[in-house]
């Protein structure tokens, strides 16, 4: 059975987050990925795995070694959905700062 994945639950997981960091810059083999972290390499496959159903994560096969890395393209596309919000927040807090420094100005 093919489970479809949800981009955000999978990112939701800070093992997950980490793992897309680790290959943010360079694409690495599932041993490499697990030398990095305190679990079994069976639980850091599982996080592969869903990284790489919901296609943040690509697998490129390199003779017997499969290689992990960043699938840019669906990256984007979560950066595309969460630029709006970065956005409103970003102009809140602005909005907030100009209100303190009238506030100071005033003391």
Same mark, same amino acid.
């Given at each position: 059975?093919? %489970?479809?994945?949800?981009?955000?639950? @999978?990112?939701?997981?800070?093992?997950?987050?980490?793992? %897309? %960091? &680790?290959?943010?810059?360079?694409?690495?083999? @599932?041993?490499?990925?697990?030398?990095?972290?305190?679990?079994?390499?069976?639980?850091?496959? $599982?996080? =592969?795995?869903? &990284?790489?159903?919901? #296609? =943040? =994560? @690509?697998?490129?096969?390199?003779?017997?070694?499969?290689?992990?890395?960043?699938? @840019? +393209?669906?990256? +984007?596309?979560?950066?595309?959905?969460?630029?709006?919000?970065? +956005?409103?927040?970003?102009?809140?807090?602005? %909005?907030? #700062?100009?209100?303190? $420094?009238?506030?100071?100005? $005033? +003391?």
């Amino acid at each position: 059975m093919n %489970l479809r994945r949800d981009v955000f639950q @999978a990112i939701a997981d800070p093992t997950r987050r980490a793992i %897309l %960091l &680790l290959v943010a810059s360079q694409s690495l083999t @599932a041993g490499a990925i697990a030398a990095n972290f305190n679990t079994a390499r069976p639980t850091v496959s $599982k996080h =592969l795995q869903i &990284l790489t159903e919901c #296609e =943040l =994560l @690509a697998q490129e096969q390199n003779g017997r070694e499969i290689h992990y890395h960043i699938n @840019a +393209k669906k990256m +984007k596309e979560v950066a595309d959905f969460i630029e709006p919000f970065r +956005k409103m927040w970003d102009d809140r807090f602005n %909005l907030l #700062e100009d209100i303190m $420094k009238q506030y100071k100005a $005033k +003391k």
